[in-house]
């Protein structure tokens, strides 16, 4: 069956938002290594949290234009464990997984400097931002 959705930007944009309501305030960014499960509803496995880093207490700037853009993203002074970065989710304060995203060099939903994350080192994302419209 062939899809070709158009969402009027102002209701992409109401959708959008709601990922900065879901995710609430003191939100984190958690990084992992291993196979990015089917959505936030399937439960982890043998997946490795490589890192995790603190997003700002409002996680996305409003959408506009049927996009967001993830406000400020703490570094992670001092990753948890070493292992090759392949996907990340977004998280509540309490770990519920809210947004599940790829990670890689270029291409990718989050693109970092090297997906080869050693631990103890530090782990930054610069920005990071989701079309829908």
Known sequence: MAQNPHIKQSTANAMLDQLTTAIGASGFLRIYDGTQPAGPDTALGAQVKLAELALSATA??????????????????????????????????DGTRILDVSVGVAGADINLNTISIQIGAKVSVTAYHLDIA
């Open 60 to 93: 996305f700037a409003a959408g506009a234009g049927g996009s967001i853009v993830a406000n400020t993203i703490s570094d992670d002074v001092s990753a948890d464990a070493t292992g090759t970065a392949t996907w990340a989710t977004f998280v509540k304060a």
